[in-house]
Protein backbone atom coordinates (compact mmCIF):
# COMPACT_ATOMS: atom_id res chain seq x y z
CA UNK A 1 0.00 0.00 0.00
CA UNK A 2 1.02 3.24 -0.81
CA UNK A 3 2.20 5.82 1.97
CA UNK A 4 1.53 9.04 -0.27
CA UNK A 5 -1.82 10.13 -0.61
CA UNK A 6 -3.62 9.60 -3.45
CA UNK A 7 -3.92 12.61 -5.17
CA UNK A 8 -7.94 13.61 -6.87
CA UNK A 9 -9.06 16.06 -9.44
CA UNK A 10 -13.24 16.15 -8.56
CA UNK A 11 -15.22 17.37 -11.86
CA UNK A 12 -18.90 19.12 -10.30
CA UNK A 13 -19.37 20.73 -6.87
CA UNK A 14 -23.22 20.01 -6.88
CA UNK A 15 -25.08 18.07 -3.61
CA UNK A 16 -22.90 14.79 -4.01
CA UNK A 17 -20.02 16.22 -4.52
CA UNK A 18 -20.25 18.38 -1.48
CA UNK A 19 -21.06 15.49 0.42
CA UNK A 20 -17.81 13.65 -0.28
CA UNK A 21 -15.72 16.60 0.19
CA UNK A 22 -17.50 16.98 3.80
CA UNK A 23 -16.84 13.46 4.70
CA UNK A 24 -13.20 13.78 2.95
CA UNK A 25 -12.19 16.22 5.04
CA UNK A 26 -13.94 14.73 7.97
CA UNK A 27 -11.81 11.89 8.17
CA UNK A 28 -8.73 14.05 7.98
CA UNK A 29 -7.67 13.22 4.04
CA UNK A 30 -4.38 11.67 4.80
CA UNK A 31 -5.03 8.70 2.73
CA UNK A 32 -6.26 10.92 -0.11
CA UNK A 33 -6.33 14.91 -0.77
CA UNK A 34 -8.71 17.01 -3.60
CA UNK A 35 -6.15 19.29 -5.63
CA UNK A 36 -8.66 20.05 -7.61
CA UNK A 37 -12.66 20.66 -8.23
CA UNK A 38 -14.00 21.35 -11.84
CA UNK A 39 -17.27 23.32 -12.07
CA UNK A 40 -18.95 24.76 -15.04
CA UNK A 41 -20.82 27.85 -13.09
CA UNK A 42 -18.85 30.52 -12.69
CA UNK A 43 -21.39 32.60 -10.93
CA UNK A 44 -22.06 30.89 -7.35
CA UNK A 45 -19.88 30.65 -4.38
CA UNK A 46 -18.30 27.60 -3.29
CA UNK A 47 -16.45 26.47 -0.61
CA UNK A 48 -13.99 23.56 -1.73
CA UNK A 49 -11.58 23.68 1.14
CA UNK A 50 -8.00 23.50 0.55
CA UNK A 51 -8.75 22.22 -2.97
CA UNK A 52 -7.81 24.43 -5.93
CA UNK A 53 -11.26 25.41 -7.96
CA UNK A 54 -11.07 25.62 -11.87
CA UNK A 55 -13.06 25.89 -14.63
CA UNK A 56 -11.13 24.40 -17.14
CA UNK A 57 -10.90 20.29 -17.18
CA UNK A 58 -7.53 20.69 -18.61
CA UNK A 59 -6.10 21.86 -15.32
CA UNK A 60 -7.09 18.44 -13.98
CA UNK A 61 -6.50 15.87 -17.11
CA UNK A 62 -2.85 17.57 -17.59
CA UNK A 63 -2.02 17.45 -14.29
CA UNK A 64 0.40 14.55 -13.79
CA UNK A 65 -0.17 14.67 -9.89
CA UNK A 66 -3.73 13.75 -10.19
CA UNK A 67 -3.74 9.74 -10.27
CA UNK A 68 -7.73 9.69 -9.82
CA UNK A 69 -10.75 10.92 -11.61
CA UNK A 70 -14.02 11.43 -8.94
CA UNK A 71 -16.61 12.16 -11.83
CA UNK A 72 -19.98 14.05 -10.02
CA UNK A 73 -21.45 16.22 -12.50
CA UNK A 74 -25.60 15.82 -14.10
CA UNK A 75 -23.40 16.55 -17.58
CA UNK A 76 -23.82 12.32 -18.81
CA UNK A 77 -21.99 13.59 -22.31
CA UNK A 78 -18.88 15.14 -20.08
CA UNK A 79 -18.87 12.31 -17.57
CA UNK A 80 -18.31 9.97 -20.11
CA UNK A 81 -15.63 11.91 -21.82
CA UNK A 82 -13.60 12.41 -18.44
CA UNK A 83 -13.88 8.76 -17.47
CA UNK A 84 -12.31 7.73 -21.19
CA UNK A 85 -9.94 10.57 -20.58
CA UNK A 86 -9.11 9.19 -17.10
CA UNK A 87 -8.77 5.29 -17.99
CA UNK A 88 -6.68 6.24 -21.20
CA UNK A 89 -4.71 8.75 -19.64
CA UNK A 90 -3.62 6.27 -17.10
CA UNK A 91 -5.93 7.08 -14.22
CA UNK A 92 -8.67 5.69 -11.98
CA UNK A 93 -11.80 6.96 -12.33
CA UNK A 94 -14.82 7.17 -9.77
CA UNK A 95 -18.68 7.78 -10.50
CA UNK A 96 -21.90 8.49 -9.44
CA UNK A 97 -23.64 8.14 -12.39
CA UNK A 98 -25.79 5.31 -13.21
CA UNK A 99 -26.57 6.50 -16.92
CA UNK A 100 -23.25 6.66 -17.94
CA UNK A 101 -22.01 3.25 -16.56
CA UNK A 102 -25.15 1.47 -17.55
CA UNK A 103 -25.39 3.07 -21.35
CA UNK A 104 -21.93 2.52 -21.78
CA UNK A 105 -20.71 -0.97 -19.79
CA UNK A 106 -19.50 -3.00 -22.22
CA UNK A 107 -17.16 -0.07 -23.66
CA UNK A 108 -15.97 0.94 -20.04
CA UNK A 109 -15.66 -2.75 -18.71
CA UNK A 110 -12.90 -3.31 -22.01
CA UNK A 111 -11.20 0.12 -21.22
CA UNK A 112 -10.51 -0.85 -17.81
CA UNK A 113 -8.95 -4.20 -19.01
CA UNK A 114 -7.12 -3.09 -21.94
CA UNK A 115 -5.81 -0.11 -19.85
CA UNK A 116 -5.54 -1.63 -16.51
CA UNK A 117 -7.43 1.39 -14.67
CA UNK A 118 -9.97 0.40 -12.77
CA UNK A 119 -13.10 2.38 -12.47
CA UNK A 120 -15.69 2.50 -9.40
CA UNK A 121 -19.38 3.44 -9.42
CA UNK A 122 -21.10 2.27 -5.86
CA UNK A 123 -22.68 5.44 -5.33
CA UNK A 124 -24.69 4.77 -8.95
CA UNK A 125 -26.69 2.11 -7.66
CA UNK A 126 -28.20 2.28 -3.80
CA UNK A 127 -26.19 5.17 -2.33
CA UNK A 128 -24.94 3.90 1.17
CA UNK A 129 -25.98 0.23 0.37
CA UNK A 130 -22.76 -1.27 -0.22
CA UNK A 131 -24.28 -3.77 -2.75
CA UNK A 132 -21.24 -3.60 -5.40
CA UNK A 133 -18.53 -4.46 -3.08
CA UNK A 134 -20.60 -7.58 -1.40
CA UNK A 135 -21.61 -8.93 -4.92
CA UNK A 136 -17.17 -8.02 -6.26
CA UNK A 137 -16.55 -9.92 -3.09
CA UNK A 138 -18.55 -12.33 -1.14
CA UNK A 139 -20.90 -13.55 -3.98
CA UNK A 140 -17.99 -13.35 -6.59
CA UNK A 141 -17.85 -17.36 -6.03
CA UNK A 142 -21.42 -17.69 -5.16
CA UNK A 143 -23.88 -18.55 -8.18
CA UNK A 144 -26.71 -15.59 -7.34
CA UNK A 145 -29.96 -16.59 -8.30
CA UNK A 146 -32.01 -14.13 -7.98
CA UNK A 147 -31.41 -10.08 -6.76
CA UNK A 148 -34.44 -7.45 -5.94
CA UNK A 149 -34.50 -4.39 -4.90
CA UNK A 150 -36.15 -1.27 -3.89
CA UNK A 151 -33.38 1.14 -5.99
CA UNK A 152 -35.11 4.71 -6.10
CA UNK A 153 -35.27 6.82 -3.49
CA UNK A 154 -37.80 9.38 -4.87
CA UNK A 155 -40.20 6.70 -5.77
CA UNK A 156 -40.19 5.25 -2.51
CA UNK A 157 -40.16 8.64 -0.41
CA UNK A 158 -43.30 9.18 -2.92
CA UNK A 159 -45.17 6.19 -2.57
CA UNK A 160 -44.47 6.48 1.63
CA UNK A 161 -46.02 9.59 1.68
CA UNK A 162 -48.82 9.34 -0.34
CA UNK A 163 -49.78 6.24 2.24
CA UNK A 164 -49.51 8.51 4.48
CA UNK A 165 -52.53 10.91 3.11
CA UNK A 166 -50.11 12.90 0.75
CA UNK A 167 -51.09 13.55 -3.07
CA UNK A 168 -48.36 12.52 -5.66
CA UNK A 169 -48.29 16.14 -6.42
CA UNK A 170 -47.74 17.25 -2.64
CA UNK A 171 -45.08 14.00 -2.05
CA UNK A 172 -43.07 15.04 -4.65
CA UNK A 173 -42.76 18.03 -3.72
CA UNK A 174 -41.67 17.06 -0.57
CA UNK A 175 -39.37 14.69 -1.83
CA UNK A 176 -37.74 18.27 -3.81
CA UNK A 177 -37.46 19.91 -0.27
CA UNK A 178 -35.44 17.32 1.10
CA UNK A 179 -33.30 17.19 -1.78
CA UNK A 180 -34.21 13.40 -2.49
CA UNK A 181 -35.85 14.27 -6.33
CA UNK A 182 -34.08 15.95 -8.89
CA UNK A 183 -36.20 19.38 -10.53
CA UNK A 184 -36.90 16.92 -13.21
CA UNK A 185 -37.72 13.55 -11.77
CA UNK A 186 -38.95 11.89 -14.94
CA UNK A 187 -36.12 9.18 -14.85
CA UNK A 188 -37.03 8.32 -11.35
CA UNK A 189 -40.90 8.20 -12.27
CA UNK A 190 -40.14 6.16 -15.29
CA UNK A 191 -38.33 3.45 -13.68
CA UNK A 192 -35.50 4.88 -15.99
CA UNK A 193 -33.46 5.19 -13.20
CA UNK A 194 -34.40 1.67 -11.56
CA UNK A 195 -33.58 0.51 -15.06
CA UNK A 196 -30.20 2.21 -14.94
CA UNK A 197 -29.13 0.58 -11.75
CA UNK A 198 -30.10 -2.78 -12.19
CA UNK A 199 -28.51 -2.99 -15.20
CA UNK A 200 -25.32 -2.62 -13.48
CA UNK A 201 -26.29 -5.04 -10.68
CA UNK A 202 -27.08 -8.12 -13.48
CA UNK A 203 -23.43 -7.47 -14.85
CA UNK A 204 -22.01 -7.88 -11.38
CA UNK A 205 -24.49 -10.60 -9.92
CA UNK A 206 -24.68 -13.06 -13.30
CA UNK A 207 -21.69 -11.33 -15.70
CA UNK A 208 -24.74 -10.35 -17.70
CA UNK A 209 -24.31 -6.86 -19.37
CA UNK A 210 -27.07 -5.23 -21.51
CA UNK A 211 -28.03 -2.01 -22.90
CA UNK A 212 -30.37 -0.50 -20.77
CA UNK A 213 -33.78 -0.09 -22.68
CA UNK A 214 -33.72 -4.01 -22.95
CA UNK A 215 -35.28 -4.13 -19.97
CA UNK A 216 -38.69 -3.82 -19.14
CA UNK A 217 -39.71 -0.68 -16.92
CA UNK A 218 -43.00 0.68 -15.68
CA UNK A 219 -43.31 3.52 -13.19
CA UNK A 220 -45.72 5.25 -11.01
CA UNK A 221 -46.90 8.04 -13.38
CA UNK A 222 -50.00 7.45 -13.16
CA UNK A 223 -50.75 6.56 -10.14
CA UNK A 224 -53.67 7.26 -8.26
CA UNK A 225 -55.01 7.04 -4.64
CA UNK A 226 -57.56 4.17 -6.01
CA UNK A 227 -54.38 2.21 -7.20
CA UNK A 228 -52.98 2.70 -3.54
CA UNK A 229 -56.36 1.59 -1.75
CA UNK A 230 -56.76 -1.56 -3.73
CA UNK A 231 -53.53 -2.16 -2.15
CA UNK A 232 -54.30 -1.97 1.03
CA UNK A 233 -57.55 -3.63 0.66
CA UNK A 234 -55.41 -6.71 -0.07
CA UNK A 235 -52.99 -6.24 2.97
CA UNK A 236 -50.20 -4.84 0.50
CA UNK A 237 -48.22 -1.38 -0.08
CA UNK A 238 -46.88 -0.17 -3.61
CA UNK A 239 -43.16 -0.10 -3.65
CA UNK A 240 -41.25 -0.14 -7.36
CA UNK A 241 -39.05 -3.18 -7.97
CA UNK A 242 -36.55 -4.02 -9.80
CA UNK A 243 -35.55 -7.74 -10.19
CA UNK A 244 -33.41 -10.23 -12.44
CA UNK A 245 -33.38 -13.79 -11.84
CA UNK A 246 -31.70 -16.64 -13.55
CA UNK A 247 -34.56 -18.96 -15.27
CA UNK A 248 -33.67 -22.00 -17.15
CA UNK A 249 -29.96 -20.80 -17.85
CA UNK A 250 -31.23 -17.03 -18.97
CA UNK A 251 -31.63 -13.86 -16.87
CA UNK A 252 -35.22 -12.50 -16.90
CA UNK A 253 -35.05 -8.74 -15.79
CA UNK A 254 -37.85 -6.17 -15.17
CA UNK A 255 -38.85 -2.60 -12.86
CA UNK A 256 -42.64 -2.73 -12.06
CA UNK A 257 -44.44 -1.13 -9.31
CA UNK A 258 -45.00 -4.12 -7.05
CA UNK A 259 -48.42 -5.02 -4.25
CA UNK A 260 -45.84 -5.97 -1.84
CA UNK A 261 -47.25 -7.84 1.05
CA UNK A 262 -47.09 -5.55 5.07
CA UNK A 263 -45.30 -8.79 6.49
CA UNK A 264 -42.84 -8.81 3.44
CA UNK A 265 -39.49 -6.89 4.59
CA UNK A 266 -39.60 -4.34 1.13
CA UNK A 267 -42.71 -3.21 2.86
CA UNK A 268 -41.00 -1.51 5.61
CA UNK A 269 -38.48 0.13 3.06
CA UNK A 270 -39.91 3.65 3.27
CA UNK A 271 -38.93 7.22 2.73
CA UNK A 272 -35.59 7.70 0.88
CA UNK A 273 -34.71 4.36 2.02
CA UNK A 274 -33.26 1.29 -0.53
CA UNK A 275 -32.83 -2.13 -0.42
CA UNK A 276 -31.21 -4.81 -2.24
CA UNK A 277 -32.06 -9.02 -2.03
CA UNK A 278 -29.91 -11.08 -2.74
CA UNK A 279 -30.12 -14.84 -3.10
CA UNK A 280 -27.28 -17.58 -3.51
CA UNK A 281 -27.31 -21.16 -4.39
CA UNK A 282 -25.31 -22.18 -1.35
CA UNK A 283 -25.84 -18.74 0.80
CA UNK A 284 -29.46 -18.00 0.80
CA UNK A 285 -31.45 -14.51 0.94
CA UNK A 286 -29.12 -11.80 2.29
CA UNK A 287 -31.04 -8.46 2.40
CA UNK A 288 -29.24 -4.93 2.89
CA UNK A 289 -30.43 -1.74 3.75
CA UNK A 290 -29.58 1.74 3.93
CA UNK A 291 -30.50 5.49 2.48
CA UNK A 292 -30.94 6.13 -1.08
CA UNK A 293 -31.05 9.12 -1.45
CA UNK A 294 -29.43 12.62 0.08
CA UNK A 295 -25.99 14.08 0.02
CA UNK A 296 -24.04 12.03 2.85
CA UNK A 297 -25.43 8.75 2.17
CA UNK A 298 -24.16 9.16 -1.56
CA UNK A 299 -20.98 10.90 -0.59
CA UNK A 300 -20.06 7.96 1.58
CA UNK A 301 -20.04 5.72 -1.33
CA UNK A 302 -17.66 7.76 -2.72
CA UNK A 303 -15.86 8.15 -0.08
CA UNK A 304 -15.70 4.14 -0.04
CA UNK A 305 -14.59 3.61 -3.43
CA UNK A 306 -11.81 6.39 -2.37
CA UNK A 307 -10.90 4.08 0.02
CA UNK A 308 -10.76 1.30 -2.05
CA UNK A 309 -8.66 2.64 -4.51
CA UNK A 310 -6.37 3.40 -1.74
CA UNK A 311 -5.78 -0.15 -0.83
CA UNK A 312 -5.35 -0.85 -4.23
CA UNK A 313 -9.02 -2.17 -5.29
CA UNK A 314 -10.74 -2.42 -8.16
CA UNK A 315 -13.96 -4.38 -9.73
CA UNK A 316 -12.87 -7.86 -11.20
CA UNK A 317 -15.59 -8.63 -13.36
CA UNK A 318 -15.35 -12.40 -12.73
CA UNK A 319 -18.72 -13.30 -14.03
CA UNK A 320 -18.20 -11.27 -17.15
CA UNK A 321 -17.52 -13.54 -20.03
CA UNK A 322 -18.94 -14.94 -23.50
CA UNK A 323 -20.12 -17.67 -21.59
CA UNK A 324 -22.72 -15.37 -18.89
CA UNK A 325 -25.91 -16.15 -18.85
CA UNK A 326 -28.01 -13.68 -21.55
CA UNK A 327 -31.21 -11.32 -21.20
CA UNK A 328 -34.63 -13.43 -21.90
CA UNK A 329 -37.06 -13.08 -24.95
CA UNK A 330 -39.06 -11.66 -22.48
CA UNK A 331 -41.96 -14.37 -22.91
CA UNK A 332 -42.57 -15.27 -19.40
CA UNK A 333 -46.07 -14.89 -17.95
CA UNK A 334 -46.84 -11.69 -15.05
CA UNK A 335 -49.61 -11.51 -12.64
CA UNK A 336 -50.14 -8.31 -12.74
CA UNK A 337 -53.29 -5.29 -11.75
CA UNK A 338 -53.56 -3.20 -15.07
CA UNK A 339 -55.67 0.35 -14.41
CA UNK A 340 -56.96 2.10 -17.62
CA UNK A 341 -59.43 4.73 -19.13
CA UNK A 342 -62.66 2.44 -20.27
CA UNK A 343 -62.05 3.69 -23.75
CA UNK A 344 -59.34 1.14 -24.40
CA UNK A 345 -60.79 -2.15 -23.58
CA UNK A 346 -58.86 -3.78 -26.61
CA UNK A 347 -56.32 -4.10 -23.72
CA UNK A 348 -58.21 -7.32 -22.20
CA UNK A 349 -57.21 -9.43 -25.51
CA UNK A 350 -52.86 -9.05 -24.53
CA UNK A 351 -53.87 -11.43 -21.41
CA UNK A 352 -53.55 -15.02 -21.20
CA UNK A 353 -55.57 -15.33 -18.32
CA UNK A 354 -58.03 -12.89 -16.72
CA UNK A 355 -58.88 -12.95 -12.98
CA UNK A 356 -60.86 -10.46 -12.15
CA UNK A 357 -62.61 -7.40 -14.21
CA UNK A 358 -64.06 -4.10 -12.47
CA UNK A 359 -65.06 -1.12 -14.02
CA UNK A 360 -66.44 2.42 -12.22
CA UNK A 361 -65.02 6.30 -12.24
CA UNK A 362 -64.37 6.55 -16.29
CA UNK A 363 -61.33 3.41 -15.44
CA UNK A 364 -61.42 -0.59 -16.02
CA UNK A 365 -59.35 -2.48 -13.25
CA UNK A 366 -57.92 -5.99 -14.43
CA UNK A 367 -56.15 -8.68 -13.11
CA UNK A 368 -54.38 -11.30 -14.69
CA UNK A 369 -51.77 -12.96 -16.44
CA UNK A 370 -49.67 -11.69 -19.53
CA UNK A 371 -46.66 -12.22 -21.05
CA UNK A 372 -43.53 -9.68 -20.29
CA UNK A 373 -43.67 -9.50 -24.12
CA UNK A 374 -46.85 -8.93 -24.64
CA UNK A 375 -47.28 -6.19 -21.68
CA UNK A 376 -44.41 -4.12 -23.28
CA UNK A 377 -46.49 -3.85 -26.40
CA UNK A 378 -49.52 -2.76 -23.97
CA UNK A 379 -47.83 -0.02 -23.08
CA UNK A 380 -45.88 0.97 -26.00
CA UNK A 381 -43.48 4.25 -24.98
CA UNK A 382 -46.30 4.86 -22.49
CA UNK A 383 -49.87 4.99 -22.45
CA UNK A 384 -51.91 7.81 -20.32
CA UNK A 385 -54.35 6.91 -17.47
CA UNK A 386 -52.26 3.00 -18.29
CA UNK A 387 -50.94 2.18 -14.74
CA UNK A 388 -49.68 -1.32 -14.37
CA UNK A 389 -48.54 -3.18 -10.56
CA UNK A 390 -47.48 -6.28 -10.38
CA UNK A 391 -49.39 -8.43 -8.47
CA UNK A 392 -47.23 -9.81 -4.91
CA UNK A 393 -44.88 -12.69 -5.67
CA UNK A 394 -41.92 -11.58 -3.11
Known amino acids: ?44 TRDVGTARLTYEALDILTDEQVSTIVELTNDADLALDVIRKALLTGRNAITASKKVVAENLAELIALQRSTGRSLLYEASC ?85 EPKRIFRCGIRQLHQQDMDHAASIGCVVRVVASAQLVNGKVTARVLPTFVPRNNAFAQVRHEYNAVRITGRHSGEHLLQGKGAGRLPTGLAVLSDV ?73 GQGRDGFQVIALPHL
Open 307 to 379: QRLVRGGGYAYAKVSKDAPVLSDSQERLSIYLRLPETHQEAIQHFDQLHSIEAGDGHIRITGTIALAELAELL
Open 126 to 210: AASIPVLHALETHFSGERVERIEGILNGTTNYILTRMEEGASPEDALRQAQEQGFAETDPTADLRGDDARYKLTILMAHAFGTVV
Open 1 to 44: MSTSPLTIGTFGHGCVGQGFLELLNANGGTAAQVKHVCVKDRQR
